[in-house]
């Protein structure tokens, strides 16, 4: 079955500090993955995406994450978190494979907390 | 600035009484998604228009409709609002089918 898991519900970091939102995977095809951000009362950001290439893909706000294969993973990474970064992230993915391809599986969000 | 915009932000609707949110778009995408998201969940699909082509997720409610009248626009009918209904309300646009997806504000739905 396809399932994305974020296994952390929160994540605390103090500002300045490296931070990292886990994500992990299943699909049976090859995985387009994503991650989304999503303040206070908004929509959601599209921040990032990896389809094929190199592993370690750059998106918005200095964000990065990698795709690890073999440990069917997809984590989110910031070198110096900021206080503006407190938010709630979406990791989700799309199986290459399936039917109804559109469809994106939604991980059930990591709340991210940064303290001044 | 090319975005998706949705109207209102706040609706206010009473139990049973028919409720339409309305989103447009200036990206001039092909997709636009309309998702539910209650309590800091993830979203969750309730249909797509690929061009004219609506697609209705299996498990969503014959309570929900969906009306696209040209590219730019799409607008979401909840013909019974109930209480279970009240939730974020998002609108997303891609350009092909499954590419990322661009978001609205979103419509907070409250069903008193």
């Known amino acids: 079955a396809q399932s994305v898991a974020q296994p952390e519900d929160q994540v605390n970091v103090a500002e300045g500090n490296p931070l990292t939102v886990k994500c992990t995977y299943s699909v049976s095809g090859n995985p387009y993955l994503f991650w989304y951000v999503q303040y206070p009362n908004r929509g959601l950001q599209f921040l990032l995406k990896?389809?094929?290439?190199d592993n370690l893909v750059k998106g918005s706000y200095g964000f990065e994450a990698e795709f690890n294969k073999s440990q069917t993973s997809f984590h989110l990474k910031k070198p110096s978190a900021l206080v503006s970064d407190s938010a709630l992230y979406f990791c989700?993915?799309?199986?290459?494979?399936?039917?109804?391809?559109?469809?994106?599986?939604w991980g059930a969000g990591t709340k991210l907390i940064i303290k001044p | 600035d090319a975005m998706v915009i949705q109207n209102p932000r706040y609706q206010v609707t009473q139990f049973g009484k028919p409720v339409t949110l309305s989103c447009s778009q200036t990206?001039?995408?092909?997709?636009m998604y309309w998702y539910q998201q209650k309590s800091s969940q993830a979203p969750k699909l309730l249909f797509h228009?690929?061009?004219?082509?609506?697609?209705n997720e299996a498990d969503t409610p014959d309570n929900f409709q969906s009306r696209r009248p040209n590219t730019s626009f799409c607008f979401l009918d909840i013909r019974s609002p109930g209480l279970g209904d009240a939730a974020m309300y998002l609108c997303?646009?891609?350009?092909?089918?499954?590419?990322?997806?661009?978001f609205g504000p979103g419509t907070r739905l409250t069903v008193t």
């Open positions: 228009y690929y061009d004219k082509d609506f697609n």
């Open positions: 990896y389809i094929t290439g």
């Open positions: 990206l001039n995408h092909n997709v």
């Open positions: 989700a993915v799309r199986d290459e494979g399936m039917d109804s391809n559109y469809q994106l599986i």
């Open positions: 997303a646009t891609s350009s092909v089918l499954a590419d990322e997806q661009y």
